[in-house]
């Protein structure tokens, strides 16, 4: 038998899956899902192997428990055997969006609540260690009042940090790097400063003249050619700031839902926009010396918003070598369509990257297990089968009245956040199903880690796993259980194997340091 292949012996009682995807599900229940978690702990134990558990009626929430190894030698017929895979890319992490509403319920906190809080997500030693966050460039629908981008008033020489930023923003992201220093950044815009905007509300049509008549308007719109070499400038100036505060910018999108023109605050960016716009961005942001900034084309939905001229988006600006270049890869919504059009995305170009980086949850579909469940396998385990390396979902912390939120037409008033605070007291804290998801992966699947080649087991339905190695050597497992069994894993190799019981209808992960 070959050492460095190891064995995962399956002992598995029948399976029966649950079908249904938390973000187009109907509503199941009203409100958000069960508290409270037990504290996450740091990945160490006295014993051989750490798991988690969250299952899907809230009994158990990121219940932390211990395995010893046990002998080597099972004789299940049931293998599946996995090893290091040297082409897999590093996974960066998994996280919320911090949003200047999440920035304003956390600051409404004792810092004594708000320390204990982002510590249990973000610390690599005390918490989950979550590691990859996404922030909006100027206002999102999720900003206090107003929208605003950082240059507002004409002209470049006019760009400053838009003050809501300064007084809600700023002082959560410190804090968080306070707690992890490593934290990677995903920054998106949801429009172009207004001066910079041209067409109308035709947005289907492409010729420049129409593109470069002024539309001072928040919602839709397009990006002036003209504007495209001060946008870039604009780019370039809001990463050298951020950088300049200490929060550390991992890649940026070109345009939050290019394909949503009915956001409150939006901009239509087809992809025609965005081949030409890259063009001027890549060579701009290399020029500051910011080329290890990744540019990620699309973030949006699976389904391109049922429009066929844009199906295949990332493909069609792939396709041109020039704009090909500077793309890093692409992102993901996933409020229309199937995970499975990433299929189609990385068999074209498996050398860019993929990121997941936005879904919510909230009064049109949520119920705690359902999503805690469906969100985990398509959204998670969708992702990171696929080589996808980063997950953030929206967003961090909202209110009980699901606020604050943008007044303006178009702003989600429905969402839920991740935490839910009271805010008759902005002490008491409902962690909700994206919280549970978060925590699982982040807490055994490290930075830098790489997923392992699994072969030899079709696992029964309802039933998905993956495995990591992350860079310390650790073994890292991630697990959904749809059925209504509980399941037995019996991971193994030459040296040891572990008993893994996985509750009916749960997530779980363990972690462990290979002989």
Avoid at 129 to 149: H, M, N, P, Q, W
Avoid at 317 to 323: H, S
Wanted: with cysteine; aromatic share 12%.
């Amino acid at each position: 038998m070959n050492w460095k292949i190891k064995i995962l012996l399956w002992t598995l009682a029948s399976a029966l899956p649950i079908a249904c995807c938390c973000s187009s599900a109907e509503k199941e229940e009203d409100g958000p899902g069960t508290e409270q978690p037990e504290k996450p702990q740091p990945p160490q134990s006295q014993e051989d192997v750490t798991t988690y558990i969250t299952t899907s009626d809230g009994i158990r929430l990121f219940s932390k428990g211990s395995l010893k190894f046990a002998k080597p030698g099972s004789m299940s017929p049931n293998q599946l055997r996995f090893e290091d895979d040297a082409a897999a890319k590093e996974v960066d992490g998994f996280g919320l969006a911090v949003t200047t509403a999440s920035a304003y319920n956390l600051l409404k906190m004792s810092q004594e609540d708000r320390t204990a809080i982002l510590t249990e997500l973000f610390s690599p030693t005390e918490g989950a260690g979550s590691g990859l966050i996404r922030v909006s460039i100027g206002a999102s629908d999720f900003c206090l009042k107003d929208e605003y981008t950082w240059c507002d008033t004409k002209g470049l020489e006019n760009f400053a940090v838009a003050k809501e930023d300064k007084d809600y923003l700023f002082p959560v992201l410190k804090e968080i790097y306070a707690i992890n220093p490593d934290v990677k950044i995903i920054g998106s815009p949801w429009s172009c400063p207004k001066w910079m905007k041209g067409g109308s509300y035709g947005y289907e049509k492409f010729d420049k003249k129409y593109l470069e008549r002024d539309f001072p308007n928040w919602t839709s719109g397009r990006l002036k050619p003209s504007c495209y070499a001060d946008y870039a400038t604009y780019f370039v100036k809001w990463i050298q700031t951020m950088q300049s505060e200490g929060f550390k910018i991992h890649a940026i999108t070109m345009q939050n839902e290019p394909l949503n023109h009915g956001n409150s605050m939006s901009m239509y960016m087809p992809w025609q926009d965005q081949k030409e716009f890259i063009k001027v961005l890549g060579p701009a942001l290399k020029d500051a010396g910011l080329e290890k900034v990744k540019i990620l084309l699309f973030d949006h939905n699976y389904n391109y918003d049922n429009k066929d001229d844009q199906r295949n988006y990332p493909l069609n600006i792939y396709a041109d070598a020039l704009a090909s270049k500077w793309a890093a890869g692409s992102a993901w919504h996933s409020y229309g369509g199937d995970v499975s059009e990433l299929d189609n995305i990385v068999t074209a170009n498996p050398e860019k990257d993929i990121y997941f980086t936005e879904a919510s949850i909230g009064e049109w579909n949520y119920n705690f297990g359902s999503c805690l469940l469906n969100d985990f396998s398509s959204i998670f385990l969708g992702t990171l089968k696929r080589g996808g390396m980063g997950v953030t979902l929206w967003n961090l912390m909202l209110d009980d009245k699901n606020a604050p939120y943008s007044p303006h037409n178009g702003s989600c008033k429905t969402c839920y956040g991740a935490v839910t605070i009271n805010s008759s007291d902005y002490k008491t804290l409902t962690r909700n199903s994206h919280w549970y998801n978060v925590l699982h992966a982040s807490a055994v699947i490290r930075p830098g880690a790489k997923m392992m080649k699994i072969s030899g087991f079709n696992a029964p339905a309802g039933v998905e796993v993956l495995m990591f190695k992350n860079t310390d050597g650790s073994i890292a497992t991630v697990v959904c259980n749809k059925s209504s069994e509980e399941k037995t894993l019996v991971y193994g190799g030459e040296k040891y194997t572990v008993n893994f019981k996985i509750p009916s209808k749960c997530i779980a992960s363990a972690i462990w340091m290979d002989k």
